[in-house]
């Protein structure tokens, strides 16, 4: 069941906060969701100047372009698949709120390689997120330690690099990883 409005998903925004508050950037590559311009209020105070924001919903962007109140230069509003982005721009946040299972977006994960947080339904159970998200990324698990504070999450130590991974309740079991670089 897709969700209309996230602006009262506490769970949701307090694992946004969180993540979010690992990176340094000024600009971000994302798919906003159904609430457009709380996205856009809440992404400029972490003091980004640049947006750059896909939809590949016909429906759901003319929804979010009627919502729109902002309307300037900064905002790039683009219709197509996120995999159409160029990955890996310096100080750029790519968040990647799939909400879809990672058997279904492995073109993605393979893409987008660093500064991203990537938001997947845990459907198909953890151990097949994990292994699928890591396997199509072609990395290995060297070491994984639980965090309890300040939301619970798990610090994974790769082949390649560094993640934090959170798992959360919504309309259903939802997980993120975030690569920090």
Do not use: W
């Not at 856009?40 to 003091?47: A, F, L, P, S, V």
């Amino acid at each position: 069941m897709k969700k209309q409005t996230y602006v009262n998903a506490e769970k949701k925004k307090r694992v946004r906060e969180f993540l979010i508050n690992q990176f340094m950037f000024n600009s971000v590559v994302g798919l906003p969701g159904p609430d457009i311009n709380e996205y856009i209020q809440y992404m400029r105070t972490k003091g980004c100047t640049k947006l750059d924001l896909y939809e590949n919903d016909k429906d759901v962007m003319i929804r979010q372009l009627v919502k729109l109140s902002e309307n300037e230069e900064s905002i790039r509003f683009i219709y197509g698949d996120i995999i159409k982005a160029h990955p890996n721009r310096r100080k750029t946040l790519y968040d990647l709120d799939f909400c879809a299972s990672v058997k279904f977006l492995q073109d993605h994960i393979q893409k987008f390689q660093n500064n991203f947080i990537m938001t997947f339904h845990l459907r198909i159970g953890l151990k097949k997120t994990l292994d699928g998200f890591f396997g199509t990324r072609g990395e290995e698990i060297v070491r994984e330690r639980r965090i309890e504070e300040p939301i619970p999450h798990t610090e994974f130590i790769t082949t390649k690099g560094r993640y934090l991974f959170v798992t959360y309740h919504d309309t259903t079991t939802m997980c993120c990883f975030a690569k920090i670089t």
